[in-house]
């Protein structure tokens, strides 16, 4: 059984940085694409950034472009999400999301499988 747990979220200035992180376990192998997406309140979930199996291949959501980074270690079956610059418009539940067996960059929400319960992210002005 695929479980996935985020952490890191918390209450953070304007300009503020944090990490979230999310841990894996139940993947039978590192070949599993992920991604994080967030959640404002009254809107959709979105997409913030995608990372293929072995971290060779990124993409990003024009608006955290070159603010955000997100990476993964496979030995110890973490994705993370590096946020720097962050500012009121991020605020939002973060979720991570993989998809077993597959080795691309994926951007969209359909494309996951799993899911976990998400971490909030509040960012003061």
């Known amino acids: 059984q695929v479980q996935l747990a985020e952490s890191g979220g918390q209450l953070v200035q304007d300009g503020g940085s944090l990490r979230l992180s999310c841990a894996t376990s139940g993947l039978t192998n590192d070949w599993y694409a992920a991604a994080w997406f967030r959640q404002a309140p009254g809107e959709e979930r979105k997409f913030v950034a995608a990372?293929?199996?072995?971290?060779?291949?990124?993409d990003y959501a024009d608006s955290v472009k070159g603010r955000y980074t997100i990476s993964r270690d496979n030995a110890k079956k973490m994705v993370y999400l590096q946020m720097n610059s962050l500012k009121p418009e991020d605020t939002a539940v973060y979720y991570c999301?993989?998809?077993?067996?597959?080795?691309?960059?994926?951007?969209?929400?359909?494309?996951?499988?799993?899911w976990g319960q998400g971490t909030q992210v509040t960012v003061s002005s």
């Open positions: 990372i293929n199996w072995n971290g060779g291949r990124t």
């Open positions: 999301g993989v998809r077993p067996n597959n080795i691309e960059v994926l951007r969209t929400e359909e494309a996951y499988n799993y």
